[in-house]
Each structure stands twice: as C-alpha cells, then as structure tokens.
C-alpha cells in the first residue's frame, strides 16, 4: 500500500508536569515556560496542532474527598487554557495551539470574541475544543445545582454553535477598510447585529472584533455517543477518539465520514485523530520493561481510579481492587470513557480495568517498542484505518521533558524517514495544515 502521511497533534493539560520525578519540573509548572517549551519542541517536529484539556474543578469524587486529588496534584491544579494557548502561540510560528472551553461555563458571545481575538493573536492558528462539561461539581461553579442532563446538554450546545457561527460571521472578511483620505477604519455596512432568539440563548451581535485570519478558529471535538458522533460530524474540523485497536478506529472514522455526507458535508475536511501513548526504547525490551514499570508504579492503580472517578462523578475507591465491578455503571458525565474503561460483561477485576485503561496511558493502539518499530506499526495502522493521524498523550496527561524529547527527536524523525510525518509546514494557518493532506 501507497505510504501516505498523516497528521500529529498532542494531548496535555495545564497542570503540574511529572512533578514527583527527577526529569520532571518539580512541579512548578505555572509560569507555563515548561508548556511553551513544549510547544516549541513540538514545532521542531512539525505537529499540526497542540490541545489543552481542561476541567472546571477540584475532584473529590475519589474516596469521598479532595485529599487524593491534591496530595497528588491529580486533575488539579489546573489553569485556564486560553493565556497558555495564547502564550504558547505567540511564543511559536507555524504550530496550531487549542483550548478546551466549555460551553457550559462562557456565554457565546464571550467565547466568540475571545476565540477571534486569540486566533488574531496567533495569525490564524487557534483552535476550539468544543465540551459542554460533564460534573455536577463544575455546574455547581455556574450557579447551577447538577449538570444538564446529556440530550439537553446536546441541544444547548447545537443552538450554541449557531450563536457563534452567526456571531463569527457578524464582520465581513473585508469589513476594515482602512481608508485614511476618507477617515472610515471599518464600513459599517459590511457589520450586522445577528439577533439570535432562540430557546436557550439570546444574542444581538455583532461581535466587537475584526475578522480574526481564519474567519473562526477550528473546531476540535470528541463525540463518541451516537449524539456525539453527530454533533461532531456537524460541526468539527478535526475529531478526537480512542477506539479498541485498528479495526473499531476505521468504524469510527467511516462512520464519522457517512454522518458528514448525509448533512451535506466533504469527509475529507474533517480528519479523525486517534489517542495513543507510545512507549520508547533503545530495544524492544527496553520499552517493555519500561512500560511495565510504568503499570507496578506504587501510584498507577490509585491515579487511573482517581481520574476515571473524577470525570465520571462514581467513586471508584468503594469497589474492591481484585473482584469484577458488581454492577454496569452509568453516568450523566462522560459516558464513552466509563463504557471503555468498565468493559461490562469481561469479568476483569477493578486493578486489571485500571491497568488497562492505564490511567492515560489511553493508546487506540499497542505501541511499545524502538522508534522505528513504533513507526512502522504507526504507518501499518494508519494505512489500515485509512486515515487521518494520531493524538499523542501520556499517562493519567503527566508530561516529562524526556518524553517530549522522546517523541519529537527519537519517533518523528523515524516517521519522517517513512514518509509519514511532514518534515516541514507548508501553510502557516491551523486550519490550513489539517487541509494540507
């Protein structure tokens, strides 16, 4: 089959790095230099788009309390997305930088006008990852006493995106005329109120800022429900996923892809991102006995059920480690990650969930081995799913300069040997690179 290149983007969170190592920063990770470092690293290597999580706040699901969470500096601290994001665009020139915002917590107006500003900011290379949000402990941050149902969550945040759509299309591209014999900066009749009335938001427009270079930034989103799976194919640009192995990944793409078409959509133009968290080593028994280190680490099992515990609002400390959970759990929350994590019906017991669910260690697909092992099996994958690349993540989202450095001096150039990794931007806009192949 015909070597095709596929897209990278990488997975983190604005929290403390792997603070409890010696190649991590101690944990002093909120002047954001080690993240626009980072995000520096990551242009070296020719990333298409870098993406930062985010939660709105302190979990104390697990064992009943916040102690876990902040003893162990899990899911919190965490900082707002958007200053990095800006941080760590203005601090590159090629490199997409995206920002969880949820639309639980901005109204439309206010995301709108800070998402153009940003993409401003960056010369066109913001993106938004679209959420609603997903615990009753973030609603109840917004004067809300539990979270919105799902489908009421789903219908706001449909009416939302045409606020914003509306909102970003309020300016004419070429509104500013900058006429100086005249004495007009903008021509007012290139400028509209919108006049949303709708059933959950009311908007008159137009935003107060000029046509950011991307027009609106990129919509990243990850719908895994089959109201999901719509809502992305409606809207986003690029698709985020874990899916159990090669073949569940192309079913997911090729269903994304028939969504797309059925609402008038070109599949091409949206382009699926699979999560894996490969493990390096200079021999495949190296990366083996890393990566098992990693899984006996005295913390492994207590992270993973402290942050599936802290997204799904289920405290996962009341079930015994070694027997089967003794029920199917569900929640109001994030749905797709307790049915991937639980496997109802496997007869595992809670510690083998955790260590395969590994905490973060969230790869669609085994990647153990040496650089070119890892790059070789990337490319058989991607052929095999048919596209579009792969969302680089770490375990329970715990970033370490040697894993950056792994990834981007010891994995891309082994893919870029292949032919699948860019060895260079052709564009300078987000939007732009994800178009490019």
């Known amino acids: 089959m015909a070597t095709k ?26 002047d954001g230099r080690f993240y626009i470092e980072m995000a520096q690293a990551l242009e070296r290597a020719c990333f298409d788009y870098i993406m930062i999580e985010d939660k709105l706040m302190v979990p104390e699901t697990y064992g009943g309390s916040r102690d876990y969470t902040l003893q162990n500096a899990m899911i919190a601290p965490k900082h707002d997305p958007a200053p990095l994001a800006t941080a760590m665009g203005m601090a590159t020139s090629r490199l997409g930088v995206v920002a969880t915002l949820s639309t639980l917590s901005y109204p439309p107006f206010l995301l709108a006008r800070l998402s153009s500003t940003i993409d401003s900011l960056t010369g066109g290379r913001f993106g938004w990852n679209i959420v609603t949000s997903a615990e009753d402990l973030a609603a109840q941050n917004f004067s809300l006493p539990r979270l919105p149902d799902r489908e009421l969550r789903y219908e706001m945040a449909s009416e939302y995106m045409e606020v914003v759509n509306k909102l970003f299309a309020s300016w004419d591209t070429d509104a500013v005329v900058l006429d100086r014999e005249r004495g007009i900066y903008a021509d007012s009749s290139k400028v509209r109120a919108i006049d949303h009335v709708g059933k959950h938001y009311q908007v008159r427009g137009p935003l107060n800022t000029v046509p ?3 027009g609106r930034p990129v919509y990243v989103q990850a719908g895994a429900s089959p109201r999901g799976r719509d809502f992305a194919a409606a809207h986003a640009d690029s698709i985020i996923s874990i899916m159990p192995g090669p073949a569940a990944m192309k079913d997911f793409r090729d269903d994304i892809r028939a969504r797309a078409a059925r609402l008038g959509r070109d599949p091409d133009t949206i382009k699926v991102l699979f999560c894996i968290t490969p493990t390096l080593g200079e021999t495949a028994a190296e990366a083996h006995e890393k990566y098992q280190r990693e899984l006996s680490s005295p913390q492994f099992v207590a992270d993973t059920l402290a942050c599936i515990s802290a997204i799904t609002e289920i405290d996962f400390a009341e079930f015994a480690l070694d027997e089967p959970l003794p029920r199917k759990l569900t929640t109001n929350g994030e749905s797709g990650s307790l049915d991937k994590f639980q496997q109802w019906g496997s007869g595992k017991t809670l510690r083998q969930l955790a260590l395969d669910d590994g905490g973060g260690l969230v790869s669609s697909v085994e990647l153990i081995g040496t650089p070119d092992q890892v790059a070789e099996r990337m490319g058989e994958v991607m ?21 950056i450095v792994e990834i981007t001096d010891w994995l891309v150039p082994a893919l870029q040997r292949r032919g699948l990794a860019r060895t260079a931007y052709a564009h300078e806009k987000l939007r732009d690179h994800l178009l490019e192949f």
């Open 5 to 30: 290149r596929f897209h990278l983007g990488w997975f983190m969170n604005f929290t403390p790095d792997e603070w409890r190592l010696p190649y991590g920063s101690g944990g002093r990770f909120w």
């Open 383 to 403: 052929a095999e799913v048919g596209g579009d690349g792969f969302l680089i993540t770490t375990p329970v989202m715990r970033m370490s300069r040697r894993y």
């Open 212 to 214: 950011s270079p991307q």
